[in-house]
């Protein structure tokens, strides 16, 4: 599925659709240049899910656990990651297993590590449609 914006509301608008719609376990990976919007889908979907505490990208720790909404979510930015070896210490693995939402921001800095089951976003920008242009495609796969 491609669905296109042209600002960043319309962007946590996807993003509240797919929270709304998410399940116990599901994993989504969000994949984009710095800046396309992966927060800002994020705090979205965190919206769809029910979690009003604010979402901003962990930069000090990978992951940030937020439990006030319909499914605990789990927010990770592999941005910082040195190796993939820190992904075991912050319990990666453990985390996709406890039946909450995972979503990854920079999932192909960790590419051998994700589920083959999961929902894969990728956006994208194209100048030449506008500066707040994106493309969002959305897939299951696995
Ligand atoms: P990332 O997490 O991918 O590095 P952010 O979500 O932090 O990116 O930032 C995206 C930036 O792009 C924000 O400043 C936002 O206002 C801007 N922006 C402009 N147009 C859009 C759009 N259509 N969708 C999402 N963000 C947009
Ligand atoms: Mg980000």
């Given at each position: 599925m491609v669905i296109e914006t042209?600002?960043?509301e319309?962007?946590?608008?996807v993003g509240i659709n797919a929270g709304e719609l998410s399940q116990a376990g599901q994993v989504f990976t969000l994949t984009g240049d710095l800046g396309t919007g992966k927060?800002?889908?994020t705090q979205g979907l965190a919206k769809g899910l029910?979690?009003?505490e604010p979402v901003c990208s962990p930069t000090f720790t990978i992951v940030q656990v937020y439990e006030g909404?319909?499914?605990p979510f789990y927010h990770f930015d592999v941005y910082r990651i040195g190796?993939?070896?820190e992904m075991e210490e912050v319990g990666f693995d453990y985390y996709l297993e406890r039946g909450g939402v995972s979503l990854i921001e920079w999932a192909n800095l960790i590419g051998e590590l994700l589920p083959p089951k999961r929902t894969e976003i990728t956006i994208e920008k194209d100048l030449?449609?506008?500066?707040?242009?994106?493309?969002?495609?959305i897939e299951d796969v696995g």
């Open positions: 042209n600002s960043p319309e962007t946590y608008r927060t800002v889908f029910g979690i009003e909404g319909r499914l190796d993939v070896e030449k449609k506008g500066f707040d242009y994106r493309r969002i495609t």
